[in-house]
């Protein structure tokens, strides 16, 4: 069978780590920024080189098209983005943009016929670090496609008036406008002209290194909820307020902490990961006691009853009163399991499976833009394992080897696609 390029592989991944590396052995590279603008010439250049057509949307997701020997039939779309969080690796998003280009490259060069047109497309802002929320412009893009709970969160006012959250200044709109690869409407992915979309990536967790696979196939990306956990309390000075007249919504809101934990751990469920990775604190003075204290919860798993049975017991703290506090739930955001197309799997398993490739079946517990796509037409993702279960770090790492077979599996499902969907 047919393979990719190993050496053609290496050479684009240290080229890309070129954009914005932080000297540290991983990259910074904003969503619209310099190194943004650096990247995306770099594809243009290479991906024109092989005779593929560029263009870019306005909302400067680049797409790079390898014409098919037939124009009547619609386009199949290999995707993925190239900005990364502050100190981020080489490999998240771009990886799957590289292996896109890869496929291109391959083909053109192997001259494998090919009804359909192929395209290795960026999406813009998939991070969100500069410019939040993350997995921004394919909310926006797919919003009509969308269930109402998770399309209401992508308003193209609300996402385009998001601010610089470094200088506070510029808008995603403001830097939208003056960058170089923004273009036009009628570019858009879209259902009507599109088959299909991939999307290459890491697994950015450490199952598949565990496991000692080569690719994982996924099937869906998992539904969350995430809730914030409210305590009112007093503010009063630290000095002059004895400890027995205190209302320190901190110190409330870490005891029910420590029970929320252990009754969400006595259900027991395999699979089941929940995460409170943000506080917030008022006034946030040394020598004030908290008047309120908040925390963010964020739940995943794949079935939406297990998913109600932790949101049941997050609520049950909801009107709580404890050491003088007052306790509020509130629900932030929620989004189903999406399960990707299941035609589309099967071509990458069995491709997977005729290559050689250890591989397996798995979740992404990550979002991706690819979640957004698939409410719009059918799509799936390929996973290549992450060193350590590492990412959004400088140590993000994923061998050569293995970044060889994501594009050859890749491939090989973008052809079975081609001939059979
Ligand atoms: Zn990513």
Redesign the pocket.
Known sequence: MIKCDINRIEDKIKTFSTFGDDKNGGITRYALSKEDELARTYFKTRMESIGAEVVFDDYANMYAILKGSDSLHKKIVMA??CDSVLNGGNY??IL?VICAMEVLETIKKENIPHKHDVVAMIWTN??GSLYPPAIMVSGMLCKKYLPENIASNYDEDKMFSSKDILTNKTTFKEALDKFKYKGEYKNRLNPHDYLAMFEA?IE?GPILETSGNDIGVVRCVLGMVNYSIIVEGQANHAGTTPMKYRKDALLTLSKILVELHNKIDELKIDDLVYTNGQICVKPNVHTVIPSYAEIMIDVRHIDHVVLKRVADIINSFDGLKLDGCLVKTKLNWSRDTTYFDPRLVNFVKSSADELGYKNQFINSG?G?DAQFASYMLPTTMIFAPSKNGRSHCDEEYTSLDHCHKLATTLLHAVLKTDKDF
Request: proline share 0%.
């Open positions: 993925s983005h998240d998003g799957g998939e991070e990536h950015q990550a991706h």
